[in-house]
């Protein structure tokens, strides 16, 4: 009971900006203000959520303020991802990079990889290794904009060699710091399993990991050479004569066209469909590539394979090679590195939620600094609205207490019974909570799961009328 109450308490968007620091109690409070009118009505415009002229003027002064910065403001939300992670023995950081693009003329950004300009930021997300996956917060934030050319087009351009491009400063480097941040804020509580897709793959950074003793899964991009008495041998072709050591049936999300789909085998669009995977596994030793000068020759690591068995002829079937520091010495450990990686969609939902539910791409703000505390204003609202659509996907019995507190519980049956006449259960899970608040959006059951647009106008009118309900019952 102890436990579910604290989750309750947690689960409140305003309990993530408690204790915030921005110099001055007033601009705490205001903040807190802010941020409990922009959580009841994340996808809206400031001017739409703040109402008031006071409350507007007041909310774009904060976001000038050179005292607010996105460290300060996330700063309180950090520290209770780190109280939730700290009640598991060990938790998967899950690092990703998303650009965020803005039209119009604004100050201080950068150029984007496609198109556009914008900013680019870098995530470390708390998620739980069981089969719910729950997203317990953020550690790390790093942004940046670009306002020259990486070394890495450079590169391509023809401008620079490859040797060159060794030791300049480069973007790759924000995997190894986002690492060292997230530990440092974790401090040993837990221990962490660090998740990367193929954007990580380099032997530069998987060496700092082996060296300072971390725990990760990273999916190879490169096919890389091994250290073996065939000196042409290498990882894919190695790992596939190995035997099968299990197989495993999941479930695979309907993936959209990415970026860069017509290039990028791993971007191309599917449908939803069960797979069958055959797993394999072994150890390798990498061996340092030619254009490296320092770190260690050769690296030994673990790999886990990943290939799905009769694809549908017009999907592409899913493979993928991971390499890790964890154990594969059984079929267990193998299947545990697996469901380490599928967390890694976690990631993706919350930009979802930050890009859509909190329309944080449409926001109308002048320069880079007024975005940037916007965007950690926006992480623990697109947090809030992540959790309660990952807790109510999962197993029926999840009760909506781990999402909703009490009053939310209350309001939404009321809310239910007078606009819909319909009864929710008497005993409520997240699932029958989420429906039921996507119904408030406008959703129909028959439409199937609400998206994140439809679930945040649902959750603002159910903060609103939340509001109403304590000032009726002075609880506020």
């Known amino acids: ?86 009640e598991h023995e060990e938790v998967l950081a899950v690092h990703d990079t998303s650009e965020f693009r803005f039209g119009g003329s604004r100050t201080d950004l950068g150029r984007l990889t496609q198109s556009g300009h914008g900013f680019l930021a870098h995530f470390t997300l708390a998620v739980t290794l069981d089969a719910q996956r729950d997203p317990l917060g953020t550690l790390a934030l790093e942004t940046w904009t670009r306002t020259e050319p990486t070394p890495t087009a450079l590169r391509k351009a023809g401008k620079l060699s490859y040797a060159e491009t060794v030791g300049l400063p480069n973007e790759q480097d924000r995997w190894a710091r986002g690492v060292e941040a997230a530990e440092a804020e974790v401090g040993g509580v837990t221990s962490l399993i660090h998740v990367m897709d193929s954007e990580a793959d380099d032997y530069d950074l998987m060496g700092k990991l082996v060296d300072a003793r971390r725990r990760w899964v990273i999916r190879l991009c490169y096919d890389r050479l091994l250290d073996t008495a065939d000196q ?52 390798v030793i990498f061996r340092r590539p030619r254009h490296y000068q320092e770190g260690p020759e050769t690296l030994p690591v673990n790999i886990v394979s990943v290939h799905e068995i009769d694809a549908p002829s017009d999907e592409q079937a899913v493979e993928w090679l991971l390499i890790t520091s964890e154990p594969i010495d059984s079929e267990d450990d193998a299947l545990k590195v697996v469901d380490c990686y599928r967390a890694r969609w976690r990631i993706e939902e919350f930009f979802k939620a930050l890009k859509t539910g909190c329309a944080i791409e449409k926001r109308q703000l002048e320069s880079q600094q007024t975005l940037l505390n916007a965007l950690a204003l926006f992480i623990p609202i697109a947090w809030t609205l992540l959790r309660l659509r990952t807790a109510a996907r999962c197993e029926e019995s999840t009760p909506a207490s781990v999402i909703l507190d009490a009053d939310q519980i209350t309001v939404l049956r009321k809310a239910s019974r007078v606009k819909f006449k319909l009864a929710l259960p008497e005993i409520l899970t997240a699932r029958d909570a989420m429906l039921a608040i996507a119904r408030l959006g406008g959703h129909l059951r028959s439409n199937g799961d609400p998206g994140w647009a439809v679930l945040g106008r649902g959750y603002q009118d159910l903060l609103m009328m939340v509001a109403g309900y304590r000032l009726a019952t002075r609880k506020m």
């Open 232 to 283: 042409a041998a290498k990882a894919k072709e190695v790992v596939a004569q190995r035997k099968v050591l299990c197989k495993k049936t999941v479930h695979l999300s309907r993936r959209g066209r990415q970026p860069g789909g017509a290039r990028r085998k791993r971007a191309l669009p599917r449908h939803e469909r069960l797979a069958t995977l055959a797993i394999r596994a072994s150890p």
């Open 1 to 86: 009971m102890i436990k579910e109450r604290a989750v309750e308490a947690e689960a409140t968007v305003v309990g993530e900006f408690a204790g915030v620091e921005l110099g001055d109690s007033r601009r705490g409070r205001r903040l807190t203000v802010i941020a409990q009118k922009l959580a009841a009505a994340p996808d809206a415009s400031f001017p739409r959520a703040l109402a008031t002229g006071a409350d507007l003027e007041g909310f774009y002064r904060l976001m000038r303020n050179d005292a607010v910065t996105p460290e300060t403001v996330l700063k309180p939300h950090v520290a209770a991802t780190v109280s939730r992670a700290s």
